[in-house]
């Protein structure tokens, strides 16, 4: 199936095109001091006509059904081995719910106007910026092309509290349809290393 340009995207970004859209998928995540866990990913790039794609993503952790029960329990939610003295025992009762958030965070992508030395005939300079509610925000710089995106960080700036992270680099690549990601990261004094990677799938809205 040829690929058709999301309707109204402004030519600026044509080479950021397969991106649009909503993503949904699965991953896991870890780090010196952070065990290493299993998590559900939504990501969403979308446009208003302006020369940059808008994007948001969503990680939550994968829940163990005990401990699926238990944030139930907290939610004043029934567990999944509990039923209510005024309900019959077939009544359905969830049987997860969803996993706490590990982290967000929501930004701009945009083909930078000057094109650098050292790209090929086929990649486009791509300029990110990114905000994350624990505090801090990073510039990421590099390129895109032949469905593959590679990320450094040039700039990370934090507050007084936030985050203490350093450096990262990101690489996104469209792999048979799936959108795939991996990144890594100095933070906390550790040196750069693997921190987090995922599969995600586009997902198809209904009309």
Same mark, same amino acid.
């Given at each position: 199936?040829?690929?058709?340009?999301?309707?109204?995207?402004?030519?600026?970004?044509?080479?950021?095109?397969?991106?649009?859209?909503?993503?949904?998928?699965?991953?896991?995540?870890?780090?010196?001091?952070?065990?290493?866990?299993?998590?559900? $990913? %939504?990501?969403?790039? @979308?446009? /208003?006509?302006? !020369?940059?794609? *808008?994007?948001? +993503? #969503?990680?939550?952790?994968?829940? &163990?059904?005990?401990?699926?029960?238990?944030?139930?329990? $907290? %939610?004043?939610?029934? @567990?999944? /081995?509990?039923? !209510?003295?005024? *309900?019959?025992? +077939? #009544?359905?009762?969830?049987?997860? &719910?969803?996993?706490?958030?590990?982290?967000?965070?929501?930004?701009?992508?945009?083909?930078?106007?000057?094109?650098?030395?050292?790209?090929?005939?086929?990649?486009?300079?791509?300029?990110?910026?990114?905000?994350?509610?624990?505090?801090?925000?990073?510039?990421?710089?590099?390129?895109?092309?032949?469905?593959?995106?590679?990320?450094?960080?040039?700039?990370?700036?934090?507050?007084?509290?936030?985050?203490?992270?350093?450096?990262?680099?990101?690489?996104?690549?469209?792999?048979?349809?799936?959108?795939?990601?991996?990144?890594?990261?100095?933070?906390?004094?550790?040196?750069?290393?693997?921190?987090?990677?995922?599969?995600?799938?586009?997902?198809?809205?209904?009309?």
């Amino acid at each position: 199936m040829p690929f058709i340009l999301p309707e109204g995207l402004a030519p600026e970004v044509y080479p950021l095109a397969w991106l649009v859209g909503d993503w949904h998928g699965e991953g896991v995540v870890g780090y010196p001091g952070i065990e290493e866990s299993a998590f559900t $990913q %939504d990501i969403t790039f @979308s446009h /208003d006509g302006g !020369p940059y794609l *808008a994007y948001t +993503s #969503t990680i939550r952790l994968v829940v &163990a059904p005990d401990d699926a029960a238990a944030l139930a329990a $907290q %939610d004043g939610e029934p @567990s999944a /081995d509990a039923e !209510p003295d005024d *309900a019959p025992a +077939s #009544t359905p009762v969830p049987q997860q &719910a969803p996993g706490p958030v590990w982290s967000t965070e929501s930004g701009f992508w945009r083909i930078a106007p000057e094109r650098p030395e050292g790209l090929t005939e086929e990649q486009h300079p791509v300029e990110v910026l990114l905000s994350d509610p624990s505090g801090f925000l990073s510039v990421y710089l590099g390129a895109v092309g032949n469905g593959r995106i590679d990320l450094a960080s040039d700039l990370v700036a934090r507050t007084a509290t936030g985050a203490d992270v350093t450096a990262s680099t990101r690489l996104y690549g469209l792999v048979n349809s799936e959108l795939m990601w991996a990144q890594d990261l100095a933070a906390f004094g550790q040196a750069m290393q693997t921190y987090a990677s995922a599969r995600l799938t586009r997902v198809e809205n209904e009309e």
